[in-house]
C-alpha cells in the first residue's frame, strides 16, 4: 500500500524515508520523549539508533506492507518534527504509534496529524474501527484520544518504560464520523 502525504492546516505528513534520520533523531533520543514509551526502546538512546530503526525495522515493515508510517514536517519550514506509525496487523503495541520532538508540544499539532490520519484510514481506506494502548500514566497521550474520539474500554499489561500498565482505547469509524460529520440540527432534534 502507498502512503499517501496528508495535509493538516500547519503540518505535512509524508511518507518516512531515511533522509529524516537525522533530523528525527536528536527529537527521539530525549528522555522526555522515551519517558511513555516501550521499555524496549533502549535509553540513552544510540547515536544512529533512528538510522537502525528506519533501516531495519520501520522501513521493512512499511515496504511489506505490514505498517505506513509518516514523518511529521512542519509545512511552514519544512523541518521534520515527529512520527506517527500504524499498524495494519493487531500488536501488543496498539495500531498506532506516534511521537513529537519536545520543542513542538502543546500546539494542537498532533491533534491535527491524529485527525488527518484518521480521516484517511476510516474514509479512505474504509477501516471500521483500531484497537490503541499507551501507558496509564501518559496523560498526554490519553487526553489526544479523549479529545480524538477514542474510549477506553480496558487496561493490560504492557512494558512501557513508565509502569507495566497499559490502557486498551477504541475508535471506531462510527464514532470519529459522528465527531467530524455531526448530523444536522434538524436531524438530531428527531
Ligand atoms: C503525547 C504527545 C504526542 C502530545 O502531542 P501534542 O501535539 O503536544 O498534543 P496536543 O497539543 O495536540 O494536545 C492534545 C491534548 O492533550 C493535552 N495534553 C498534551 N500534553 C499533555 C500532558 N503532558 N499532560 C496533560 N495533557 C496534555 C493538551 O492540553 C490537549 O488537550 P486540550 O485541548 O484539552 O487542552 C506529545 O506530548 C509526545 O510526543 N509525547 C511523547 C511521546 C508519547 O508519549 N507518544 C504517545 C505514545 S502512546
Known amino acids: 500500500m502507498d502512503t499517501p502525504t496528508l495535509q493538516t492546516p500547519r503540518l505535512r505528513l509524508e511518507p518516512v524515508a531515511l533522509k529524516h534520520a537525522p533530523h528525527l533523531q536528536p527529537l527521539f533520543a530525549d528522555p522526555e520523549v522515551l519517558r511513555y514509551l516501550s521499555a524496549q526502546i533502549p535509553q540513552p538512546y544510540p547515536a544512529e539508533g533512528m538510522q537502525w530503526f528506519l533501516e531495519h525495522d520501520l522501513l521493512p515493515r512499511v515496504d511489506s506492507g505490514a505498517s505506513v508510517a509518516w514523518v511529521l514536517v512542519l509545512r511552514e519550514t519544512g523541518t521534520p518534527v515527529g512520527l506517527l506509525v500504524w499498524r495494519r496487523h493487531q500488536s501488543d503495541e496498539g495500531d498506532r504509534g506516534f511521537w513529537l520532538g519536545r520543542p513542538y508540544w502543546g500546539q494542537g499539532l498532533m491533534t491535527e496529524a491524529i485527525t488527518a ?4 484510514v476510516f474514509f479512505e481506506v474504509g477501516l471500521e474501527r483500531m484497537e490503541l494502548r ?3 500514566h501518559n496523560h498526554g497521550s490519553s487526553r489526544l484520544k479523549e479529545k480524538t474520539g477514542c474510549v477506553k474500554i480496558g487496561e493490560a499489561e504492557g512494558k512501557m518504560r513508565e509502569g507495566s500498565i497499559v490502557g486498551v482505547w477504541e475508535i471506531t469509524r462510527a464514532r470519529w464520523s459522528a ?3 455531526p448530523a444536522p440540527s434538524h436531524e438530531k432534534q428527531r
Do not use: N
Open 134 to 136: 499507551s501507558g496509564i
Open 179 to 181: 465527531l467530524r460529520r
Open 117 to 120: 490520519f484518521q480521516d484517511h
